[in-house]
């Protein structure tokens, strides 16, 4: 079982910037992806960006040309820096490893953390 752990969501002005961090129970390179998602209000939770195993990293469209998602091993946490925020960026921001043995792909989440973007 892996346990994640977000913080550094809050308020901020939109133009404004955040950095969100989540602490894993394992390490990192064990993992076969971690990264970050959202939900916002009324909507589906989707991917904001992702590490794989193999070194690839995957950002959504909205959020790639202002957004990087980065990992301290020794600290087996994972960050995300969001900058030039917008009212569409609020969400709740949850972080995300998976873990896969062979066809079985196990899914695990942190509790989530809101952020919330004033225009």
């Known amino acids: 079982q892996v346990q994640l752990a977000e913080s550094g969501g809050g308020l901020v002005q939109a133009g404004g910037s955040l950095e969100l961090s989540c602490v894993v129970s394992?390490?990192?390179?064990?993992?076969?992806?971690i990264g970050w998602y959202r939900q916002p209000p009324g909507k589906s939770r989707e991917l904001v960006a992702e590490?794989?195993?193999?070194?690839?990293?995957l950002y959504a469209d909205s959020v790639k040309e202002r957004s990087t998602v980065s990992v301290d091993h020794a600290k087996k946490s994972v960050y995300l820096e969001m900058n030039t925020l917008k009212p569409e960026d609020t969400a709740v921001y949850y972080c995300?490893?998976?873990?896969?043995?062979?066809?079985?792909?196990?899914?695990?989440w942190g509790q989530g953390t809101q952020v919330t973007v004033s225009s």
């Open positions: 995300h490893a998976l873990k896969e043995f062979g066809s079985i792909r196990n899914d695990y």
């Open positions: 394992e390490i990192p390179s064990n993992l076969d992806a």
């Open positions: 590490i794989w195993s193999a070194g690839s990293v």
